[in-house]
């Protein structure tokens, strides 16, 4: 995936604010959504003022307008032709839940009303102990509770035969435990603001609104539903486990950014007409490197409620696909020796409006530009385990590191021109090739910093790209209020210990805060790299450099057992120490759960498919040279004896790791599940290309990748 450039949103109101003169009004655009416009048409005003200044500046709910908020609520979703409601959340499972409610209600024989209360707006009770919980609930402890979450809008979801109003909420246990993605992310963004109006207030500003924005950029694979269907693998792992690289897949790079098809359009404008109706401003559709992939963009917007939209969009695009004949595929790597799919989230901060990720005009802006680039460098160094760790997986195992995803070892990537900027304020000398006097914090102007004047370094996992920073390590399939709930958690700290440094420093502000810099460069520019992340030689660099290489996930999620860690989280308030061990569990099973069933499925096509159908090509040729034998015909009896030793070596090869297989199954043991699967899809991939290609059970990946 290649960045996308387009203006990162300043805040909540980012897309708000007075249409341009010859601007055209977007047909339907946030047409299901439960808006301002909606609120103010439905709601009394003092009730929609109160609403609003919580959405819009963060004051608390008063729930004293409840009422009035379901009333109007229920009145603009039965318009819009809804007949239930659900409060919408993301459980630990990856996904979303909801369980729908009718708004009909029984008044008498034959009688029903519509009725929605404010009690069935602020709050509800969903079963807990079927949802992964990570030791936080027993099962037999089922009660959990979904609490409305106001600050990302309701919503209609629409199907064939009605509508439902959703109303995003967060979920926790009858302890108070979260049991979701939500909560934690909020947690993490009120750490994060309240470290930075204390940063801004040192430098003399006066509080306002920290809004922090997240663009994801969504990766994806469609294949004709044929295919789908005649593949075990892809229905129920989501990729193949067996399928031999076809002559031709990316390698002339001719599907990148190339003419959409018409059948690929029209999908592509169904899914975009839903998501524009939902207010998610999907903005960027393309062909993506491999075959058969593209790539859905959406602009920048308050990070809940972005992580929200993700959510939705990938439940658009397996509907819209279904409608038109396909199968969305967002697995990280559903074919092998192709890209995988990626999910890069464009993380941006923003206070009373201003981009802190920009350099501006003044010296007093340069200088805040400079400590919030230091502030999250040095939180990528000390923190990279947990960013490896909120990423982790058995689908991005397999991506991580190659074809064009970045590797598991954390770095960061600022280009050459910040890179020069940040090697003056360590050393106090001035670089030759900028033209410049050496840098005084607070006193000397940055030069203007052009957004795109650094290269693109695509095998870098978090990388400065103008004026943000994007994480690529994210996995195409993941929920990403998980990786920015932790980066988050980790750029609060890193603000906090650099106000703690200052306010225990004491003399001149500039003078310190230039000392500071200086000490926080020069101990964690080990992170900073901007060569290629594939090279060979970058793995023992990053060991001389003491950086963390965690190429699994089983390595990657011991970050979260690390005491360090869960302190820093209990201290953030974002996990407590229970949540963090509820996590760390939930992701270890959940790799255990994948890798055993990709096991098991590998097992059965190899022994139920493939091996019925080489014995047959086998004794077929074998026969066949039994009988030339007969006739005494010796014309192409050596190419059939060859063929029928290859396919007979291949048989004993199916039979030796199938067991092979079933061994590493029945020990339970990840590592040795994947190896052994491994080595049998050698020996498949293999023989792929020896049987008559008629008889193959299989779709093959020159099918799938090609026909659309």
Request: with cysteine; net charge neutral; glycine share 8%.
């Amino acid at each position: 995936m290649k960045a996308r450039r387009t203006d990162t949103g300043m805040g909540k109101n980012a897309k708000k604010g007075s249409a341009a003169r010859g601007d055209v009004p977007v047909p339907h655009y946030g047409e299901d959504v439960f808006s301002q416009e909606a609120m103010l048409r439905h709601l009394p005003a003092e009730s929609a003022r109160k609403l609003l200044a919580t959405i819009n500046d963060g004051l608390p709910l008063d729930p004293s307008i409840a009422e009035d908020v379901a009333r109007g609520m229920k009145e603009w979703a039965i318009s819009k032709g809804a007949t239930h409601f659900t409060h919408w959340f993301q459980p630990l499972t990856g996904g979303t839940a909801e369980k729908h409610e009718a708004f009909a209600e029984p008044c008498g024989t034959a009688q029903a009303v519509a009725r929605f209360s404010g009690r069935n707006l602020i709050g509800g009770e969903a079963d807990a102990s079927s949802f992964p919980s990570g030791g936080l609930r027993s099962t037999f402890e089922a009660r959990g509770y979904t609490a409305w979450d106001p600050t990302s809008p309701a919503f209609i979801k629409r199907h064939e035969n009605g509508a439902t109003l959703c109303i995003p909420t967060v979920f926790c246990s009858y302890t108070g435990a979260a049991l979701d993605t939500k909560t934690p992310l909020l947690r993490s963004v009120q750490a994060v603001s309240r470290a930075t109006v204390r940063l801004m207030e040192m430098f003399g500003r006066p509080k306002a609104h920290v809004a922090i924005t997240l663009g994801a950029e969504q990766e994806y694979f469609l294949v004709d539903r044929s295919f789908y269907e005649k593949r075990p693998d892809l229905l129920q792992t989501g990729r193949t486990v067996f399928g031999a690289a076809p002559a031709k897949h990316q390698q002339l790079d001719d599907h990148y950014y190339g003419a959409i098809r018409p059948r690929i359009l029209k999908f592509m404008t169904e899914a975009e007409e839903r998501l524009w109706r939902l207010g998610i401003p999907a903005k960027t559709r393309h062909n993506e490197v491999a075959p058969a992939q593209f790539e859905l963009a959406p602009m920048f917007e308050d990070i809940n409620l972005a992580a929200d939209h993700n959510m939705l969009i990938m439940e658009t695009l397996r509907i819209a696909a279904e409608a038109n004949g396909f199968v969305c595929l967002l697995h990280e790597k559903p074919f092998d020796g192709v890209n995988g799919s990626g999910k890069h989230c464009n993380w941006s901060i923003s206070y009373g409006g201003r981009n802190l990720l920009s350099p501006g005009e003044s010296p007093r802006d340069n200088a805040i530009f400079l400590t919030f680039l230091s502030a999250v460098v040095r939180a990528v160094d000390l923190h990279a385990d947990l960013l490896r760790a909120s990423v982790a997986g058995a689908g991005n195992d397999r991506r991580l590191g190659g074809n064009e995803a970045p590797p598991a070892i954390i770095s960061v990537f600022l280009g050459d021109e910040l890179t020069a900027v940040m090697k003056e304020i360590e050393t106090g000398r001035a670089e030759k090739k900028t033209g410049r006097t050496a840098m005084k914090i607070g006193v000397d102007t940055l030069p203007p910093i052009p957004r795109d004047t650094t290269d693109r370094n695509r095998t870098s996992p978090f990388a400065f790209t103008g004026n943000k920073f994007e994480f690529r390590a994210p996995g195409s399939s993941q929920n990403c209020a998980s990786s920015q709930t932790v980066l988050n958690t980790i750029v609060a700290e890193s603000i906090d210990a650099i106000c703690d440094k200052l306010e225990a420093a004491g003399g001149d502000f500039n003078e310190e805060l230039q000392k500071l810099l200086q000490r926080l460069i020069r101990k964690h520019k080990r992170i900073l790299f901007s060569g290629d992340g594939y090279g060979p030689d970058w793995q023992a660099e990053a060991q001389r450099r003491g950086l963390p290489n965690l190429p699994t996930a089983l390595d990657a999620i011991e970050a979260l057992a690390d005491p360090a860690n869960v302190a820093l989280f209990a201290r953030y308030g974002v996990y407590s120490e229970g949540e963090s061990a509820s996590r760390r569990e939930i992701a270890a099973e959940d790799y255990r759960s994948r890798t055993t069933i990709e096991g098991k499925v590998a097992l059965e096509i190899a022994r139920s498919m493939i091996r019925p159908v080489v014995a047959d090509e086998f004794s077929r040729l074998a026969a066949a040279i039994a009988t030339a034998a007969k006739d005494s015909i010796k014309v192409g009896v050596k190419g059939l004896r060859a063929l029928v030793l290859k396919l007979g070596a291949g048989l004993d090869d199916l039979h030796v790791k199938c067991e092979r297989l079933e061994k590493a199954l029945r020990k339970d043991d990840p590592r040795g599940t994947i190896a052994a699967a491994r080595d049998l899809r050698s020996t498949v991939d293999a023989l792929e290309g020896l049987v008559d290609d008629s008889r193959w059970p299989l779709p093959k990946y020159r099918e799938m990748l090609f026909i659309y």
